[in-house]
Antibody, heavy 117, light 113 residues
C-alpha cells in the first residue's frame, strides 16, 4: 500500500526557514516523479515544485530561488527546504506521487506551514 | 502558463440529480502524438487531501463509482456526476499536466440542494 507522510510544518516568522519531509512507503521515491502542492487556507491547489526520476527539478515562479526540492533515496524520503518565508507561503503543503503522464495518484495528508510574526 | 477556469464556482444539486462541472484550459492540452488529453479531476472533502477521480479526461480511476464520468477534448472538459449522493459533497478540481508548471482550476464547491 502506498503511503505518504509529511512532517516539518509549524509556525515560523517571516524570513525564517523550514524543511518539510515526506516519508514514502509502498513504492520507491527515486523511481517516480514527486511534487509538492500547497493549499492556502480556504483556497485552491497550487503546484510548488517537482523532482523527476532523473533528478531534474522545477519550481513555481512564486518560490523559485527560495525553495529547494530534494530526495534521499536511502530514506525513501522527499524534502522541501523553504527559505526566506513570507506570509503568502502560509498553506497546507502536500507531497504527491505523480504518474508518468502527470496526474497525481497519491497524496499525503499534508503539513501546515504558518508564516506569521 | 496554462490557465484552467472552472464553472460554476459553486453548485447545489438535489440528491439523485445530475451535477455537471466545466473546465476550460487557455490552450489545448491534447497531445496529438498520443491523442490523449492531459486533464485530471480530483475530489477534495474538508480536512482531506485531494483524491484522483478521472485521468486522461475520461478514464475513471480504479475504485471510483461509475456515476462519475469525464468528457471533453482540447480545451473544454466536463465532469458529470450522474446521480448525486450525499457523500459527493466536496470541492472538485480540474488539473492539467500537459506542460510545466502544471496548473489547477480554482475549484467548484458542490453542495446538496
Amino acid at each position: 500500500e502506498v503511503q505518504l507522510v509529511e512532517s516539518g510544518g509549524g509556525l515560523i516568522q517571516p524570513g525564517g526557514s523550514l524543511r518539510l519531509s515526506c516519508a514514502a512507503s509502498g513504492f520507491t521515491v527515486s523511481s517516480n516523479y514527486m511534487s509538492w502542492v500547497r493549499q492556502a487556507p480556504g483556497k485552491g491547489l497550487e503546484w510548488v515544485s517537482v523532482i523527476y526520476s532523473g533528478g531534474s527539478t522545477y519550481y513555481a515562479d512564486s518560490v523559485k530561488g527560495r525553495f529547494t526540492i530534494s530526495r534521499d533515496n536511502s530514506k525513501n524520503t522527499l524534502y522541501l527546504q523553504m527559505n526566506s518565508l513570507r506570509a503568502e507561503d502560509t498553506a497546507v503543503y502536500y507531497c504527491a506521487r505523480g504518474h508518468s503522464s502527470g496526474w497525481y495518484e497519491d497524496w499525503g495528508q499534508g503539513t501546515l506551514v504558518t508564516v506569521s510574526s | 502558463d496554462i490557465v484552467m477556469t472552472q464553472s460554476p464556482d459553486s453548485l447545489a444539486v438535489s440528491l439523485g440529480e445530475r451535477a455537471t462541472i466545466n473546465c476550460k484550459s487557455s490552450q489545448s492540452i491534447l497531445y496529438s502524438s498520443s491523442n490523449r488529453n492531459y486533464l485530471a479531476w480530483y475530489q477534495q472533502k474538508p480536512g482531506q487531501p485531494p483524491k484522483l477521480l478521472i485521468y486522461w479526461a475520461s478514464i475513471r480511476e480504479s475504485g471510483v463509482p461509475d456515476r462519475f464520468s469525464g468528457s471533453g477534448s482540447g480545451t473544454d472538459f466536463t465532469l458529470t456526476i450522474s446521480s448525486l449522493q450525499a457523500e459527493d459533497v466536496a470541492v472538485y478540481y480540474c488539473h492539467q499536466s500537459y506542460s510545466t508548471p502544471d496548473t489547477f482550476g480554482q475549484g467548484t464547491k458542490l453542495e446538496i440542494k
